[in-house]
């Protein structure tokens, strides 16, 4: 019997009816309501409160989290698969606003936090009712310590949702608007930002090469808008760190990824010493693309050899298969998303470009996004996001503040999966042109998180280091933007992409500072626990398990000294990772020798 899984999801039932559901009205009714009234019962508070009032009061705040989670995972979906649903836009800003109310009320937990003295605070934390979130009501607790007073801090909060997440909603309004000529075929129509960034990748390099060119310039066009976005949301942000007397600009990302700085160096510092081994294989590539040297739009392009494209319920099922052989129950709840309609991956107009998971904690269920084609990059793309998906499920028991896992250890558990598929299709691969043209895709994961990735944590350092002094025009953030593209490339490239700073939508989150570094740490950091998994085999599914459930109640340290026995902030590890990718460019340099 053949089986066909729909490529839409079902969100009804999340909230039936969309943007017009009554259930998700009455949950945003019930958080605009009881998010202030807790927040004024914890201001109430004596320090010297029972543990059971402590206990009962973060029960509450991590309910009303849990909702305010469901809300916005759900609002995000609606405005991905249809980028003009208003109704949704308008609920998601009232959402915005919301989302301030609970960083408020989550401000007053750590002030209140801060007047326990420090015996009995510890004492509290070793009771059965509050042991298992201690990691994170002992975060809470330091942030206090170091953040302005719950006054300031909440109005800080109020002003962040007009003034510094505005700024990402100008980018968002600029990217909207924007309709770019190109022409194909004798008929020149517009195409957005996401249509034409598809032609980056074209099969045919003069279709990349006016691609290209049409993209610099229409970026180009905007870029003076763009450095006002960035300069003002990047000042709001030095200012605030000012006050808080924050002097490294890197003390928050680091903070959010519960990493030292020290492991960041050392990671960039491996990285920076291994980087020429893989220029001979841009060399090779740009010679069997019969050029004397890679530009910009030629480093993820294509090569030939692999022009098949696979069906969704195919893809499917190779991927439920290629789980099963790590971990049956991988596979099991991979196939249960199939099953159950949790992935959007029909290729249909209105939809965002791009593809991301989002967990909703209060269903326990998760939802994945994507625009399915066919090509193996599609095929790894839906691996990658079913990792992060099996990643929230095996956690999806623990109370909230032990599931909220940072953005380098997320990356770690997706990027660990599409592994697994894609080494299982290059060892299967039907040729040697289709094995050559899966080991290029592969090797190209490497060139982003060692080379590109680097480029962009170079570019944002120094534009903060420079920003301290005032606004930077467009055309010093393009010189930024090329010098670190070519140290992060290791002067490989024959052409660099000057506006870069404006068409990435990374350097503009406020949700998460440096949306950089943690990429390259996740796909370091999986390749490690990949090779223990190859060397321990079978046995090693349990202990990986365990590694993820720990991601939310640990530092990256303790988790990597705790589960694997390794010392991050050392060098080895981190070598033996880069080591492991380097296999695949000496595979792929014998498989292309003439």
């Known amino acids: 019997m053949s089986i066909t899984y729909s490529e839409t999801w079902d969100l009804e039932s999340i909230f039936a009816g969309g943007s017009e559901s009554s259930a998700l009205r009455r949950q945003l009714e019930e958080l605009e309501q009881a998010l202030p009234s807790l927040k004024k019962y914890i201001e109430s508070l004596e320090p010297t409160v029972s543990v059971k009032t402590w206990h009962d009061v973060v029960q509450t705040l991590q309910r009303l989290g849990s909702l305010h989670a469901e809300a916005r995972s759900f609002l995000d979906c609606l405005i991905s698969q249809n980028v003009n649903d208003e109704k949704a836009k308008v609920l998601s800003g009232k959402l915005t ?16 936090a801060t007047q326990v003295s420090e015996e009995t605070w510890h004492q509290m934390m070793a009771t059965p009712e509050l042991n298992r979130i201690s990691f994170a009501l002992n975060e809470m607790r330091q942030r206090a310590l170091e953040k302005l007073a719950p006054k300031q801090e909440e109005l800080v ?24 000529p190109f022409e194909e075929g004798g008929v020149t129509k517009p195409l957005s930002v996401g249509q034409l960034s598809n032609k980056l990748v074209s099969p045919e390099r003069e279709v990349r090469q006016r691609a290209f060119e049409k993209w610099e310039e229409a970026w180009r066009k905007e870029s003076d808008l763009c450095a006002v976005t960035i300069n003002h949301l990047s000042g709001y942000r030095l200012q ?99 099953e159950k309609g949790w992935i959007e991956a029909e290729d249909r107009p209105g939809k965002r470009p791009g593809g991301f998971m989002t967990e909703f904690p209060v269903s326990g269920e998760s939802r994945i996004f994507m625009t399915f084609s066919g090509t193996p990059n599609c095929v790894s793309t839906l691996a990658h996001e079913l990792g992060h998906a099996y990643h929230t499920h095996v956690m999806k028991d623990l109370p ?70 005032g606004p930077l025009s467009r055309d010093r953030l393009c010189e930024l933007m090329v010098e670190a593209q070519k140290e992060g490339f ?54 990986y398990v365990n590694l993820l459930r720990d991601t939310a109640s640990m530092t990256v340290e303790d988790l990597a000294k705790h589960h694997l026995g390794i010392d991050l902030t050392q060098p080895d590890f981190w070598q033996n990772a880069v080591d492991l990718l380097m296999v695949d460019v000496d595979e792929f340099l014998a498989l292309t020798q003439v």
């Open 490 to 543: 290791a002067e490989a490239l024959a052409e660099y992409h000057p506006h870069f700073w404006a068409s990435k939508l990374h350097f503009y989150a406020t949700d998460v500072p440096f949306y950089n570094f943690p990429y390259t740490f996740g796909y370091l950091f999986s390749a490690g626990i990949y090779n223990r998994a190859l060397q321990e085999g079978a046995g090693f599914a349990s202990k």
């Open 400 to 469: 909230l503040f032990a599931q909220q896992y940072a953005m380098n250890v997320a990356e770690t558990a997706s990027t660990f999966a599409e592994v697994i598929v894609i080494d299982a299709a290059i060892k299967q691969a039907a040729s040697k042109a289709e094995k050559i043209a899966l080991l290029a895709d592969k090797i190209q994961s490497s060139i982003a998180f060692l080379m590109d990735i680097h480029s962009r944590f170079l570019f944002e350092t120094r534009f903060y280091e420079a920003r301290k002094q």
């Open 240 to 338: 605030l760190y000012k006050h808080r007397q924050w002097e490294n600009v890197l003390k928050e990302p680091l903070d959010v990824n519960r990493m030292e700085e020290q492991t960041l160096q050392t990671m960039w510092q491996v990285i920076a010493k291994n980087k020429h081994r893989l220029l001979p294989y841009m060399e090779r590539k740009a010679k069997l693309l019969g050029l004397d040297k890679l530009s910009w739009h030629d480093v993820q392009a294509p090569l030939p050899g692999n022009k098949q494209t696979v069906p969704y319920t195919e893809a499917a099922q190779f991927i439920i298969e290629q789980f099963h052989q790590f971990n049956p129950d991988m596979a099991a709840f991979a196939r249960m998303a199939f």
């Open 157 to 180: 909060g109020d002003l962040s949702v007009d003034g510094y997440h505005a700024w990402w909603e100008m980018y968002g309004t600029i990217v909207g608007r924007m309709q770019i």
């Open 97 to 112: 606003q919301i989302g301030a109310d609970y960083e408020a009320t989550i401000t007053a937990l750590e002030s209140k």
